[in-house]
Nanobody, 127 residues
Framework: QVQLVESGGGLVQPGGSLRLSCAAS????????MAWFRQAPGREREFVAG????????YAANSVKGRFTVSRDNGKNTAYLQMNGLEPEDTAVYSC????????????????????WGQGTQVTVSS
């Protein structure tokens, strides 16, 4: 069983940065496809960024490309979401997710692809 625990959320001013962490247990992150999703009040959950198992090829939603970067540290068994240039529209609960399979690229943005989820961490961007 894989467990995921997020941390690193908080309050930040527009233009600021945060780094979210997703610590995994039960399986190596290098053997998992991992992703970050977010959900703002009154809105549907949306894919933010992800990385494939193995080589760890990364993907990001158009809304965050150039600002957010997803990565992992196999030694710490942790995935990260580095968020720069934060905007008020980025305010949401951010959750990490993992799949024990080898999803194709086109399925990465879909929540149904993932078997394991963290509890989420709040990110608020406000002055």
């Amino acid at each position: 069983q894989v467990q995921l625990v997020e941390s690193g959320g908080g309050l930040v001013q527009p233009g600021g940065s945060l780094r979210l962490s997703c610590a995994a247990s039960g399986r190596s992150v290098s053997t998992l496809a991992m992703a970050w999703f977010r959900q703002a009040p009154g809105r549907e959950r949306e894919f933010v960024a992800g990385l494939k198992r193995g080589m760890g090829t990364t993907y990001a939603a158009n809304s965050v490309k150039g600002r957010f970067t997803v990565s992992r540290d196999n030694g710490k068994n942790t995935a990260y979401l580095q968020m720069n240039g934060l905007e008020p529209e980025d305010t949401a609960v951010y959750s990490c997710a993992a799949s024990s399979g080898s999803p194709i690229v086109s399925s990465l943005p879909y929540a149904s692809t993932y078997h394991y989820w963290g509890q989420g961490t709040q990110v608020t961007v406000s002055s």
